[in-house]
């Protein structure tokens, strides 16, 4: 057997590994072996020019070399490339000088270790393959939350067994004094990836701010809807996390959806990030507000610019340096709440720094007045050019909206374009006529009938008896009238046991019973009149004279039948009523 067979165990056993555990396609790994088994061979003869292919037949590998048929003893002759005629007809006697004639090659040919340079470029196939794999399915998704199982625990990092790959948890990326044992399941952001020569590098992270922000995008459902948004948020790692929300619903309360029933939302993010304290507060476009809510729990007095040293700068430069709204702030608290706004080694004043991503000094209101600066001054300066920027911002959002609706009905305007295929033109084209709608006259009057059959020049060449049997069927057809279906009265219904009853009493004579005349009575007539009218109006109904007849004498004798009559006199019956 010159090929390899693939039904051998210890194959189906390497694929099977491949495809399960390593999640690498098998016709990937085939494809690879075939390539790795080209070159191998195309490096042992000494010919990367030499044509050579690998086919799978059925369950067996084997190797081909494509030669080309030359003359004998020719001076441009390759064995590598080439094949003597005389050669080649003992492989196909139709041989021909040009043809390709196609070679198997023997396994054994090819020796050890060129097999072994084959198994070690297709673990550099299979490398390079899952180092692209891990890029390509990671690299979409940084700061993503992601759950995985620690493998193993270093003093300087931890592996974590996530879908597909290992990531790595850094110390620097650890939440301080967390204690990470082998097996234990928990939570991390992917905070970057990376390909080098070593392969694909997933880092996790679970000390970043974005952790503690999917972790409320998670508990909280109005943010995962949108009705809240997380506007800003910083973090020191173990210590504090300050986040402003804002809600799109005037109705719904950022920071008590934030905080949940009882806490028990905020109190599930805490649980996480291992009693980590948690400021949330409302979101505000004013600069000065949101630096205030920011420093809490310090209360803060005043908030505004703080001078900047502008000397040797264009006259340009500083009104583009003023105008921007990223000048430095000068905040100032009581005495008393100078150490609150700083805080523990200054972590609340970093804090609401990284928040606002603003240069803040604090400072009390006995040094400033030091410094003889009017705080009252300063903060009308400093409302008065927020609300400069706050009109800036409107008109921009409004010039953007303005832009987005051009935007939107030129790309409709140009949809219309595009699929306007004439069609509607060319049907009332279709339509158009060279005679006026009130010139066309309408068939159906018995005298124009004849005169209309005879100014049709395609009716000219028709029989003239064959014409007057038609105008004949037509006549008959309209003067024959629709005739009225005759409806029989319903028989009353009447059970057997009624029979029975009827048998067993003797007959009485009947009793002629008395009525009230009633004062509607003559309305009731009038409206059955009426209605008898308009039911006449509204189906008109020709008849002949027979049917006429017919029915004129139906009507009288159901009238005839009828136990109400007008001559009948209602009074005569009162005195039976009233004796009842």
């Known amino acids: 057997m010159s090929g390899i067979s693939l039904k051998n165990k210890d194959f189906i056993d390497g694929m099977r590994i491949f495809e399960d555990d390593r999640k690498i396609d098998p016709e990937f790994v085939l494809e690879t072996l075939k390539e790795a088994i080209v070159k191998t061979y195309q490096k042992h003869i000494d010919a990367p020019a030499a044509i050579v292919r690998v086919e799978i037949d059925g369950k067996e590998m084997k190797i081909f070399h494509d030669l080309t048929v030359v003359e004998d003893e020719s001076d441009k002759f390759d064995e590598t490339l080439d094949i003597e005629l005389s050669e080649a007809l003992k492989i196909n006697p139709e041989a021909k ?90 939570k991390a952001i992917i905070k970057e990836v990376s390909k080098n020569s070593k392969g694909s590098q997933v880092v996790l992270s679970r000390a970043d701010a974005m952790f503690v922000k999917r972790l409320f995008e998670k508990e909280v459902p109005e943010i995962q809807q949108g009705i809240i948004e997380i506007k800003a948020i910083a973090r020191e790692a173990g210590e504090r996390t300050k986040m402003a929300v804002y809600s799109r619903n005037e109705e719904v309360d950022p920071i008590g959806a934030c905080i949940g029933p009882r806490g028990s939302r905020v109190q599930a993010v805490i649980s996480e990030v291992k009693g980590e304290k948690i400021d949330v507060f409302e979101w505000n476009d004013n600069i000065g507000e949101l630096v205030k809510n920011a420093l809490s729990p310090a209360e803060v007095k005043a908030c505004f610019y703080q001078e900047e040293n502008l000397e040797g700068l264009s006259e340009e430069e500083i009104q583009r340096r003023l105008k921007r709204n990223n000048r430095p702030l000068l905040v100032v608290v009581d005495d008393d709440q100078l150490s609150v706004a700083i805080g523990k080694k200054g972590k609340n004043a970093k804090l609401a720094v990284k ?25 009308a300066e400093f409302t008065l050019d927020q609300e400069r920027i706050r009109k800036e911002k409107e008109a921009k959002k409004f010039m953007q909206l303005q832009e987005e609706a051009l935007k939107r009905k030129q790309e409709f305007d140009q949809e219309l374009r595009d699929n306007d295929t004439g069609m509607i033109e060319e049907v009332f084209d279709e339509l158009e006529t060279d005679t006026p709608i009130e010139e066309i006259e309408v068939f159906g009057e018995e005298d124009n009938f004849e005169d209309e059959i005879e100014n049709k020049e395609e009716v ?121």
Request: charged share 50%.
């Open 97 to 186: 000088v040009g043809d390709v004639i196609t070679r198997e090659v023997n396994f054994n040919e090819i020796g050890r270790t060129s097999i072994s340079v084959a198994k070690n470029m297709l673990k550099q196939k299979i490398k390079e393959y899952e180092k692209q794999r891990v890029y390509d399915e990671y690299k979409d998704k940084e700061y993503d939350l992601i759950s995985g199982i620690i493998k193993t625990v270093e003093d300087k990092f931890v592996l974590v067994d996530i879908k597909n790959t290992i990531g790595i948890l850094l110390k620097s990326e650890q939440i301080p004094g967390e204690i990470y044992r082998e097996g234990m399941q928990i």
């Open 355 to 379: 928040l606002t991503d603003r240069k803040i000094d604090i400072k009390t209101v006995s040094e400033i007045e030091e410094m003889g600066i009017d705080i009252d001054e300063k903060v």
């Open 460 to 580: 000219e060449e028709i029989p003239s008896d064959v014409v007057e049997e038609v105008k004949e069927e037509v006549k008959e057809e309209v003067k024959e009238p629709k005739r009225k279906l005759k409806l029989e009265p319903k028989p009353e219904y009447k059970s057997k046991f009624e029979d029975y009853a009827d048998a067993s009493k003797p007959v009485e004579k009947p009793v002629e019973k008395k009525r009230k005349k009633k004062n509607d009575d003559d309305d009731r007539r009038l409206r059955a009149k009426d209605m008898k009218k308009d039911k006449e109006h509204a189906l008109k109904v020709e008849y002949s004279e027979e049917e006429l007849e017919e029915i004129r004498l139906k009507e009288e004798e159901e009238s005839a039948d009828s136990w109400i009559n007008e001559d009948i006199d209602f009074d005569a019956y009162d005195d039976y009523y009233d004796k009842d």
